[in-house]
């Protein structure tokens, strides 16, 4: 009998994913709280949320996202083994640098920066104005 509702290949590529990790369920303190949102009656008398803390690194995840707690087990170690496998092959610190490369181009603009902007703009375009075509000249005779 699986420990979770989900196939036993799914189960088996859970424990060969924690091994090449180097995560046993020991590492794995797990609580079970209330959910909430959709779900109606049932997820308010069932403790159906999974909160997974990983103690060495400190990590934790919630997961609420089916309705059976069995199932929410299986997703929280499968989130919190993707956040280890971050952390462990050095991709977290390229996705900060992804969030903060597009925080910086969502920040506004100072007042003295729109302002330079703004002038360089007019002087380009006066740039431009002069690249027109040169008239014909025209015979005063």
Request: glycine fraction near 6%; aromatic fraction near 2%; proline fraction near 3%.
């Amino acid at each position: 009998m699986s420990q979770f509702s989900v196939s036993s290949e799914k189960e088996a590529a859970l424990r060969e994913r924690m091994d090449r990790l180097g995560v046993s369920e020991n590492d794995f303190r797990e609580t079970f709280v209330r959910s909430s949102g959709p779900g109606g009656q049932k997820v308010n008398k069932t403790s159906s949320c999974v909160c997974l803390v990983h103690v060495p690194t400190g990590l934790s995840v919630k997961c609420q996202q089916e309705r059976s707690q069995a199932l929410n087990r299986f997703l929280a170690r499968r989130l919190l083994l993707d956040r280890i496998e971050r952390i462990q092959t050095g991709m977290l610190s390229a996705e900060k640098q992804r969030i903060e490369k597009i925080r910086r181009q969502k920040r506004r603009r100072s007042r003295r920066a729109r302002e330079n902007i703004l002038e360089q703009k007019h002087i380009r375009s006066e740039k431009k104005s002069l690249r027109g075509r040169v008239a014909p000249p025209i015979d005063g005779n």
